[in-house]
């Protein structure tokens, strides 16, 4: 049985406001001190997204903030090989150093807690593959119903955001049920929250949407009202680069 969450409309429109210097000043201390500074940014702040400002953004990082993604982003690769078995970081480097927008993209994903990481390759493009990959489902990104359509259904007590908005609008995509379980084959992850995935069109045009968890090491795949928002419930993006 699924049990309704506490809703919590409007906890995350503050980042709007202090957005701005909040993540230069994470991004100014990065490369020195990582970790103390991730447990800044998300003691100071209720990390969410604009969606307004994001879509006025040129989508490019300033030299600086490049520089301390990418240190970040190869500190997580080589702690975690097991993700990318053959793949190697120059490599990846090289192809984010080409593709600005996509690292602003990646950036993104860091600053909302998603924790992204190379999980593969296609084999078909050749493109390296990203998920968030952090632990729980990403903390910038909870209390969100499915998508504009239900966002806009909601006569009252509406979210500040949706998940396939807020993806939209970062350049990534909601990871499939397929993706999400390829990601439960590389650690355990949402074992205390849960994930919007991408709901197939079947389900969604009679209301529904699909979400993921771990629970009793096994993965779930549930249906709920495309409406609805839960405090535990966020989603996982993907990204192709």
Same mark, same amino acid.
């Given at each position: 049985?699924?049990?309704?969450? &506490?809703?919590?409309?409007?906890?995350?429109?503050?980042?709007?406001?202090?957005?701005?210097?909040?993540?230069?000043?994470?991004?100014?201390?990065?490369?020195? &001190?990582?970790?103390?500074?991730?447990?800044?940014?998300?003691?100071?702040?209720?990390?969410?997204? &604009?969606?307004?400002?994001?879509?006025?953004?040129?989508?490019?990082?300033?030299?600086?903030?490049?520089?301390?993604?990418?240190?970040?982003?190869?500190?997580?690769?080589?702690?975690?090989?097991?993700?990318?078995?053959?793949?190697?970081?120059?490599?990846?480097?090289?192809?984010?150093?080409?593709?600005?927008?996509?690292?602003?993209?990646?950036?993104?994903?860091?600053?909302?807690?998603?924790?992204?990481?190379?999980?593969?390759?296609?084999?078909?493009?050749?493109?390296?593959?990203?998920?968030?990959?952090?632990?729980?489902?990403?903390?910038?990104?909870?209390?969100?119903?499915?998508?504009?359509?239900?966002? &806009?259904?909601?006569?009252?007590?509406?979210?500040?955001?949706?998940?396939?908005?807020?993806?939209?609008?970062?350049?990534?995509?909601?990871?499939?049920?397929?993706?999400?379980?390829?990601?439960?084959?590389?650690?355990?992850?949402?074992?205390?929250?849960?994930?919007?995935?991408?709901?197939?069109?079947?389900?969604?045009?009679?209301?529904?949407?699909?979400?993921?968890?771990?629970?009793?090491?096994?993965?779930?795949?549930?249906?709920?009202?495309?409406?609805?928002?839960?405090?535990?419930?966020?989603?996982?993006?993907?990204?192709?680069?």
């Amino acid at each position: 049985m699924i049990k309704k969450g &506490n809703h919590a409309p409007g906890e995350m429109s503050r980042l709007s406001q202090r957005c701005g210097c909040c993540i230069e000043e994470y991004f100014a201390h990065a490369a020195s &001190n990582r970790q103390q500074l991730t447990d800044y940014h998300f003691k100071h702040t209720k990390p969410t997204l &604009n969606i307004s400002k994001m879509k006025n953004h040129k989508n490019k990082l300033n030299p600086s903030q490049a520089e301390a993604l990418l240190s970040i982003l190869q500190s997580r690769f080589e702690k975690n090989s097991n993700r990318h078995k053959g793949v190697e970081w120059n490599k990846v480097q090289l192809r984010l150093e080409a593709h600005p927008g996509k690292l602003w993209s990646l950036h993104e994903m860091e600053i909302t807690g998603g924790e992204p990481d190379v999980v593969g390759v296609d084999k078909k493009t050749n493109e390296y593959v990203f998920y968030d990959c952090s632990a729980e489902t990403p903390k910038g990104r909870r209390s969100i119903c499915y998508d504009h359509e239900a966002l &806009n259904a909601r006569k009252e007590h509406k979210p500040e955001n949706s998940a396939m908005g807020m993806a939209a609008a970062m350049g990534i995509e909601l990871l499939t049920e397929a993706q999400y379980r390829e990601l439960q084959q590389l650690g355990a992850f949402d074992v205390k929250t849960s994930s919007w995935i991408f709901t197939p069109a079947a389900i969604r045009k009679l209301g529904g949407a699909l979400f993921c968890d771990r629970r009793y090491n096994h993965v779930f795949v549930y249906h709920n009202g495309a409406e609805s928002y839960y405090a535990a419930r966020g989603f996982r993006g993907s990204l192709k680069v």
